[in-house]
């Protein structure tokens, strides 16, 4: 009985990997040789203080890359703005800000309280129909595979990140038990956990 648990449990992760990286094959770049598209989505992570840890504080970097070599034109910064560690939207827009994007390029939403969410509500409360999406590892590829499910024309930017071996090792055991449940979202077809309509802002993000 346990090992036919075990052995269904690896079957699941395993299936939920092939199609992942089957979805999101050769939409994966780094932040030098990524495409241009009309917004880039930033995906949220823990804040310390107001100030974005180092996940986030990577993600960003590689946002303001992409704006500043004009493979960008806005950016939609995606998380959570009531999460356990702080206000990742405020924080993440403030850094944008003081990094040089103009505010007036940076739309937030707060409700991006997972991946799965973020690339709902970017296709239909911001009408994002073309993006690139940063993340960092095996995170890029599973943000790639959702958004395109959601109907986004998306490449994924895997950004650089100063973190240490632990988180790092971490992030990819988790991610290995995030795949499972993207595909169940998906098969699922379950909405965001909150349903917003269409944004005026959303013309930020396509023009």
Request: proline letters at 3%; aromatic letters at 6%.
């Amino acid at each position: 009985m346990a090992v036919g648990l075990v052995v269904g449990v690896l079957a699941v992760v395993l299936a939920s990997a092939a199609w992942v990286a089957t979805v999101s094959f050769g939409r994966v770049h780094d932040a030098a040789d990524a495409p241009a598209a009309p917004v880039v989505i930033v995906l949220g992570s823990q804040v310390r203080d107001g100030k974005p840890m180092k996940y986030l504080e990577g993600r960003l970097d590689a946002a303001v890359s992409l704006f500043e070599s004009g493979r960008a034109r806005a950016v939609l910064v995606s998380g959570d703005a009531n999460g356990r560690s702080g206000n990742e939207i405020a924080a993440m827009t403030e850094y944008l800000v003081d990094a040089g994007i103009p505010s007036d390029r940076i739309v937030g939403d707060d409700y991006g309280l997972d991946t799965y969410d973020t690339c709902w509500r970017a296709a239909t409360t911001f009408g994002v129909e073309k993006a690139l999406v940063v993340s960092q590892g095996l995170h890029v590829s599973r943000a790639v595979a959702l958004c395109r499910d959601a109907g986004i024309d998306v490449d994924g930017v895997d950004a650089e990140c100063e973190c240490n071996r632990l988180a790092v090792l971490r992030n990819f055991g988790r991610e290995w038990l995030a795949r499972p449940k993207a595909v169940l979202d998906l098969l699922s077809g379950r909405e965001p956990a909150v349903v917003s309509p269409a944004t005026d802002e959303s013309t930020v993000t396509t023009r």
